[in-house]
């Protein structure tokens, strides 16, 4: 190659490489003229793009030497994304070194023809082919970007290459064997199965009769409780409704604003009155004489009041209040303008009186006024309106003498008693001492003579001594009409002489016309009598009307108001649940505002309160509800304002009792209803669960009122009144699905336990039920354990019913003792022929309903899961298992005889499955596994609870599973065998047999590989060894796992054997591809030459991979790469011809090679399985073989010294002795020897000492020295010093050390070899530590140094130098030591 082809050829790989533009570019000077792609000898232009690329697709040529530039479709759209790229195509010639750690760098002689696709310059040659498998990254990037066909090559390590998508084995794949025995195993598997089908049948009809409307309680059982009203007391309540509405009180507001038209008009559709009788009635009612309408007071509270009191604790006062009734036109009293002092101070003010003033501008006081000031009058005298508004009030104030006008004010004020008060009626609150925000709560009732006119005038005064006005007006009870009054008021004058008087703190004024016929609570700013009286604060005041009848008594009893209340509420709620469109369930039990008002007027006249109304209210709903279903929703929330009211007011013993009756007829009617929720209130229906969920609350609420248990004091406590109605509810509707199934009536076997199976199935629907539905009602509402309760009652009654039915059958007798004799029989006979000769008796089938049984048995005790623990431990169906034991038992001999003959029957109707992404098996291996998986299934649905009891099911399950496992391996094996496999003496060739027995042989034990952890074995284990202690712990774990491994190796030895035959087969061709290898000459390097060989163990490896399970590859491969280190062994220990320099360094390159081609990027065989001990072995010799004498020397020394350090047998005796380093001399003594092998005829040993410095290339200058003769000994004692001139730094070289070699002296004949013992230099005192200065062995510590023999024949350096015939240190050191190991 000339200069410039060379830099050409360099420059051009360069820019290959290091691809550092993406610019078209051409070295060639006729590149533009060769390589024609049309056949007419010239290329189409190539026009620049506007980025640099080109616009034609062209393959530009190249001269031999300058490589090819191929611009093709795949460059402008590569994967880097660049147009124009092109494609730098290596010379011929260039190649890049493959390996790395290649050792030889020389030109490929071996050619190839190029590959489709790729264009040549006239005259040049193809590029020389690259090895098969070893690529450098580069090359194999630049292999994946060339635009050639893809059937060009094999990518390397494609034989390794697996899709993870492959399923391997078609798990579909089967021979229908499992109808031959009438899917025997299938049918217990799919016993799970049917019990869901079961339970879902179940539940839907459960959520099918849901959308029904739920039964009548009639129809369950309930009968209704009707209230019913005779005729005359209709009559008469009827025109008590008429009285009522023709006498309303009280100013219409909101709801209860309406005509007295439309009062009559519902009272008559709701009664039922006809208009004769209507108009009869009403005329009765209107004859009456109206009722008293009576004013009701309560005075709650004031606050921010003025402080009044100078002489007690400063800002207090110590109010009080006094009030009545004004009316409307009384006698105006002479007036009387109040005086001011002459100094012109702050006066007293005697408090006027404040009646209603009809005229425009009176500026009476009204509630919740915004001011309560009055503007003062520009003229000197007061109108007549304004005197009688001052003198209209309930009490006078009195100044102190402390002015000159006093006198004067004092006449004023008597000559104002002289006139009549025309105040009707007094009352006064206590007083509260000290506080300006006092709190009174006091009631008072006070008769109306005229509604429109009359006013509620009150004054709030602060109580100045404890003898005041305030004693007088609280006697003011007897005081009757203006007489009376006219004396009191001459008392408060006397006392007036006396100085006393109380403080005014403000007045309120209500119009009794403005009182709502719903009252009123509200707060009324207080009002002052002048613009100068300084008063501040409000009161609260509760007011509202009722009325009487005159009878002279205001405080007459209302019983009977309160039952004519709960009549009319009842006959209102009759006739709205009777016109309501939808059932009586889902009316609201909202009563029309007409209707609201008649009773709230009823109410107000009869002076009925809040709490008598709560309970009329719930009185007539829930008398309501024991006749009709109604929405508990309403009940519960009466009782919740029942239970508000209850704790401000009171009711007396007749209305407690008439209550208590209510409560107890609504609680029993509720339990009742509980007994029978299944039916009546349905889970999957939406109304009926919300009537249950407020129907419980009602309860709840009613267990924790103080209404029920103060009208109910010895009642039971409600949650156990509702545990005890479950319990009997449960027990009925048990006995009611128990009677359905008739099992008392048939004795026949299968229909009493499909009986059995169909009553379970039953309550675990309702015990889900219970769970889901009913348990958090129950527990969140009234605290009781709904699922607890029903599910300890039910489990009770089950148990007693299903064993009394399977000890009456006897499980046991149902299957015969036929199976016992069968089992006994079939472990004595080998399986082949128990197949042929044994058949199970018709009546020894174990059918399948008992197992049903123990299933649908599983289910109801795994709810037992949602019990507390205490509560788990005694149930009676915790053993339920043991009824089942005998069917268990039977029923594993029965599998074992039908698994071995499964297996048997799907050998015969056996055939191979093949396909593009599944690996070659046959349906016997899958039709074996789904039956052991089919045992492993159905005991996994068993679930047995007792893990001790379940370890000799266990046993019988490993031995059923491994027994027909090992049968089908030798059907298989036997199959395999008989077709001739072993005796093909042919080259190597995949054969489907071999492939399908392999595979199914895998697919088999890879299902026994996890046998254990699938039965759980260790945990079962761990429980047997718990309950027996350590006696005998280990014999039960070794009657487990010896049977499972025994028949895991005895699958793998059968594999195996079959396996060993393929790398057998391929021995041959390795053993030709490796004497290729071995005995190229040097110019070929070494990829190349290797090339055969990975060619043909990659077009063997890649059909295997794909024929093969992973395991079975992984074998193969394993099997392949010993043999193959075993040929490269041969190659390189044989002696056929002389071999070349580069031998050995070649053999160890493809020794590389072959360890990257096995292991294939982590897709081969890992390192540890690589690393064996023959390739450590090969590896080692080749080493040896690349390593010059004096070193190999030199590395038995070491060994030897290493030999020595771990050497502790005296089996040759034991030499002493001592060394030191000091001033460039190192001194040994030899001491003695001990227990020298014998080596004359007489017993002993003429022994001397050798002593040499080793190695020699260390210790040129050196010679070795002799200790004197001992005779006749073999305990020499030598006692001799020897010196060496040598340095510190020889001694501190690699592998110094002392050499001691024992002879044996001989006269006439050779000495005789004794031993030798080595001693490293590092560690002599003066080497290891410079600063130690030694000047003899005085303090030295003696080394006892074993004596060695060398034993090993086969010592690989000394066979490595044993064949360097020509090398005569080499062949020297081998005699030297060959003497000395077979004189040992």
């Not at 530009?60 to 590569?78: E, F, L, Q, W």
């Not at 036997?974 to 489907?992: C, H, N, R, V, W």
């Not at 090339?1091 to 794909?1106: G, T």
Request: charged fraction near 25%; charge should be negative.
């Amino acid at each position: 190659m000339s200069f410039f082809n060379s830099l050409q050829q360099y420059v051009t790989s360069s820019v290959a490489n290091l691809n550092l533009s993406p610019k078209r570019f051409s070295l060639s000077r006729d590149s533009s003229g060769e390589g024609s792609t049309d056949g007419t000898g010239s290329h189409p232009p190539l026009t620049p793009g506007p980025t640099g690329s080109s616009s034609g697709t062209v393959t530009s040529g190249r001269s031999a030497s300058a490589g090819n530039v191929i611009v093709s479709p795949a460059a402008h759209t590569g994967p880097s994304g660049l147009h124009g790229f092109p494609k730098v195509v290596p010379p011929p010639g260039t190649v890049t070194p493959p390996h790395s750690r290649s050792l030889s760098t020389r030109r490929r002689t071996l050619e190839c023809p190029p590959p489709p696709g790729l264009v040549l310059p006239p005259g040049t040659s193809p590029p020389r082919r690259l090895g098969s498998f070893r690529k450098t990254s580069q090359q194999q990037q630049q292999q994946a970007t060339t635009p050639v066909s893809a059937a060009m090559s094999r990518q390397p390590l494609m034989f390794c290459r697996r899709r993870q998508s492959w399923p391997e084995i078609d798990q579909q794949a089967t021979s229908g064997v499992q109808e031959t025995d009438g899917s025997f195993f299938e049918s217990f598997t799919a016993l799970s199965w049917k019990r869901e089908n079961r339970r879902l049948m179940a539940m839907q009809e459960v959520e099918g009769r849901a959308e029904d409307p739920p039964p009548s309680e009639l129809s369950v059982g309930i009968k209704p409780v009707e209230c019913r009203i005779h005729k005359k007391e209709i009559e008469q309540l009827y025109v008590e409704v008429l009285y009522t509405i023709t006498n309303k009180v009280g100013a219409s507001t909101g709801q209860y604003s309406h005509y007295k038209e439309d009062l009559y008009c519902y009272a008559q559709e709701a009664f039922g009155i006809p208009a004769d009788l209507h108009r009869k009635f009403m005329a009765i009612a209107s004859e009456e004489k109206p009722p008293i309408v009576v004013l009701n007071v309560i005075v709650l509270e004031a606050e921010g009041l003025e402080a009044k009191d100078p002489n007690g604790k400063p800002g207090f006062s110590d109010p009080y209040c006094m009030l009545g009734i004004q009316p409307g036109t009384v006698a105006s009293p002479s007036p009387q303008a109040p005086s001011s002092s002459a100094s012109g101070g702050p006066q007293r003010e005697t408090p006027p009186g404040s009646p209603r003033n009809a005229a425009a501008g009176s500026g009476s006081a009204r509630a919740m006024s915004d001011s309560g000031v009055e503007p003062e009058s520009g003229n000197k005298h007061d109108s007549p309106h304004e005197k009688l508004r001052k003198h209209h009030s309930f009490r006078l104030s009195f100044k102190r003498k402390e002015h000159g006008s006093y006198r004067g004010d004092r006449r004023e004020h008597r000559d104002s008693l002289s006139a009549a008060v025309p105040a009707k009626f007094i009352r006064a609150t206590t007083v509260k001492p000290q506080t300006l925000n006092p709190r009174w709560n006091e009631k008072f009732r006070f008769d109306i003579d005229d509604v429109a006119s009359d006013i509620l005038h009150l004054d709030i005064w602060d109580h100045d001594d404890e003898s005041s006005v305030f004693d007088a007006v609280s006697k003011l009870n007897e005081v009757r009409g203006v007489k009376g009054l006219g004396r009191f008021f001459k008392q408060i004058a006397q006392s007036a002489r006396s100085g006393s008087q109380d403080d005014f703190l403000g007045c309120v004024n209500v119009p009794l016309q403005d009182i709502p016929s719903t009252g009123l609570d509200c707060w009324y700013q207080l009002e002052a009598r002048t613009q100068r009286s300084n008063v501040q604060g409000r009161i609260r005041l509760k007011l509202w009307l009722s009325t009487r009848e005159d009878r002279g008594n205001s405080e007459e009893d209302n019983w009977s108001e309160i039952r004519q209340q709960e009549r009319l509420h009842t006959i209102f709620i009759s006739y709205e649940v009777d016109h309501a469109s939808s059932p009586s369930w889902e009316w609201s039990g909202e009563l029309p505002h007409v209707a609201l008002t008649i009773l709230h007027q009823h109410a107000i006249q009869g002076d009925v309160t809040e709490l008598q109304l709560a309970m009329v209210r719930w009185i007539a709903y829930s008398k309501k509800a024991l006749e009709l279903p109604l929405d508990y929703r309403i009940l519960f929330r009466l009782l919740q304002e029942l239970d508000q009211q209850w704790n401000t007011l009171t009711l007396t013993k007749e209305e407690e009792e008439y209550l208590a009756e209510s409560f107890n007829m609504f609680l029993d009617h509720s339990l009742q209803l509980l007994r029978k929720h299944r039916q009546l209130f349905l889970p999957h229906n939406r109304v009926a669960m919300c009537r249950l969920e407020y129907l419980l609350r009602c309860l709840g609420l009613m267990s924790t009122m103080k209404a029920f248990w103060k009208c109910c004091p010895f009642n039971k406590e409600i949650r156990g009144e509702i545990i005890m109605a479950l319990k009997k509810g449960t027990l009925e509707w048990y006995e009611e699905i128990h009677s359905g199934q008739h099992l008392s009536v048939s004795r026949n076997c299968d229909v009493v336990i499909q009986g059995l199976i169909h009553l379970i199935t039953l309550l675990l629907v309702d015990l889900q039920k219970g769970l889901d539905y009913y348990n958090t009602l129950f527990e969140t509402t009234n605290g009781v354990p709904y699922f607890s309760v029903i599910y300890k009652q039910l489990e009770k009654m089950l148990a007693e019913d299903v064993g009394k039915e399977l000890e009456f059958f006897e499980i046991d007798g149902d299957i015969g003792p036929q199976v016992t004799a069968l089992c006994i029989q079939m472990q004595s006979m080998d399986l082949g022929a128990m197949v042929e000769d044994v058949t199970l008796p018709q009546e020894a089938e174990v059918a399948t309903p008992i197992f049903e049984l123990y299933l649908a048995m599983q289910e109801m005790v795994s709810f037992r899961e949602h019990l507390p623990v205490p509560d788990q431990k005694a149930l009676a169906i915790n053993l339920y298992y043991e009824w089942f034991e005998p069917a268990v038992d039977r029923w594993l001999d029965v599998a074992k005889f039908k698994a071995v003959h499964r297996i048997h029957k799907a050998a015969e109707l056996n055939r191979v499955c093949t396909g593009d992404l599944i690996v070659k098996h046959s349906t016997l291996a899958v039709d074996a596994t789904a039956c052991f998986h089919q045992i492993k299934e159905f005991w996994r649905q068993l679930a047995w609870p007792d893990l001790v009891g379940s370890y000799n099911f266990v046993l019988k399950i490993i031995d059923c599973i491994t027994s027909a496992a090992v049968y089908y391996a030798d059907l298989t094996h036997q199959k395999l065998q008989d077709s001739g496999y072993y005796e093909d003496t042919a080259p190597f060739k995949i054969s489907d047999e071999m492939c399908v027995t392999v595979n199914d042989l895998e697919y088999v034990r890879r299902s026994l590989s996890v046998l254990g952890a699938e039965l759980h074995v260790e945990t079962v284990l761990e429980a047997v060894e718990a309950a027996i202690g350590d006696a005998g712990r280990q014999q039960w774990r070794q009657a487990l796992y010896a049977m499972l491994e025994g028949a895991i190796n005895q699958l793998e030895a059968r594999a195996l054997q079959v396996i060993n035959k393929v790398a057998a087969k391929m021995r041959p061709a390795l053993k030709k591809a490796m004497f290729h290898l071995a005995w190229s000459p040097d110019s070929l390097p070494t990829p190349d030459a290797i090339s055969p060989l990975l060619e043909y163990l990659d077009a063997h490896l890649v059909n295997l991979n794909a024929a093969l399970l992973p395991r079975n590859f992984e074998r193969v491969l394993a099997d392949v790469w010993d043999v193959s280190l075993l040929e490269l062994g041969q190659q390189m220990d044989g002696n056929a011809g002389e071999k070349m320099s580069m031998f050995y360094e070649r053999l160890y390159e493809a020794l590389e090679i072959l360890v990257d081609f096995f292991h294939a990027d982590q897709k081969g065989l890992s390192m540890e399985s690589l690393k064996t001990v023959t390739y450590w072995s090969v590896e080692q010799r080749l080493q040896y073989h690349k390593t010059d004498t004096e070193h190999l020397i030199s590395l038995y020394y070491q060994q030897r010294l290493q030999d020595q350090l771990s050497t502790e047998v005296t089996e040759y005796g034991v030499l002493s002795v001592r060394a030191y380093f000091n001033h460039d001399s190192l001194c040994v003594e030899v001491l003695n020897a001990r227990d020298v092998i014998p080596l004359d005829p007489n017993g002993f040993s003429d022994p001397f000492v050798i002593i040499e410095l080793l190695p020699r290339k260390v210790f040129p200058h050196c010679s070795e020295q002799r200790t004197n003769v001992q005779k006749k000994t073999l305990n020499p004692m030598f006692d001799e010093c020897f010196e060496f001139s040598v340095t510190s730094e020889q001694c501190k070289s690699d592998g110094a050390m002392i050499l001691f070699t024992v002879m044996d002296h001989d006269v006439l004949t050779a000495n005789d070899f004794a031993g030798e013992a080595f001693l490293s230099l590092h560690n002599i005192p003066g080497v290891d530590d410079n600063n130690t200065s030694i000047d003899n062995f005085h303090g030295l510590k003696t080394v006892d140094l074993c004596l060695m023999h060398q034993k090993n024949r086969n010592h690989p350096i000394l066979q490595t130098l044993e064949t360097r015939t020509g090398d005569k240190m080499a062949q020297d050191f081998v005699k030297k030591q060959k003497l000395r190991i077979s004189n040992s």
